[in-house]
């Protein structure tokens, strides 16, 4: 008899705490639960407000050129552009300062561009592109393109 109701009550134990168990798993079911129901609401605001504050602005259209530090391209040839800053192929353009003054960064198929030299033919709505090399100048061409401004 004493056997069997020790065995009992050690039943009972393993009862109430796999209860517990099952009970502690529940909650963390539910936290998680709650958790996944959040997240996606977060990045939700997070890509609209993304939207709401990334506004372009048109300048027009410019007639795009290209150009390289070589001595036909450039007077001294030096890479050296009219800021004193070294002419970097991808950041580097040269335009008209009464039109785009210098520093500006300018948007040019879907890339951003930085003023930062000067041409004797660049006047108006005309901007050169630095390029590496002048054979990649002279295969870039000249283009018409809707340039913009990040505002
Ligand atoms: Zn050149």
Redesign the pocket.
């Known amino acids: 008899m004493k056997i069997n109701k020790k065995r009992a009550a050690l039943l009972s134990l393993i009862i109430l705490e796999s209860g517990l168990i099952g009970g502690l798993i529940g909650c963390n079911l539910a936290k998680e639960i709650q958790a996944a129901e959040v997240e996606p609401k977060q990045e939700t605001i997070e890509l609209k407000s993304e939207y709401a504050y990334t506004d372009y602005k048109s300048l027009g259209e410019f007639v795009i050129t290209h150009?390289?530090?070589?001595?036909?391209?450039?007077l001294d040839g030096d890479g050296i552009t009219a800021s004193g800053t070294k002419a970097t192929a991808g950041r580097t353009i040269a335009a008209d300062p009464d039109v785009l003054p210098m520093g500006s960064t300018v948007i040019i198929d879907g890339h951003t561009y930085t003023v930062e030299d000067v041409g004797g033919a660049i006047e108006g709505n005309r901007i050169d592109i630095f390029?590496d090399?002048?054979e990649e100048?002279?295969q870039a061409g000249v283009r018409t393109v809707e340039v913009f401004e990040e505002i």
């Open positions: 150009y390289c530090d070589c001595q036909k391209c450039t390029m090399s002048h100048a002279l």
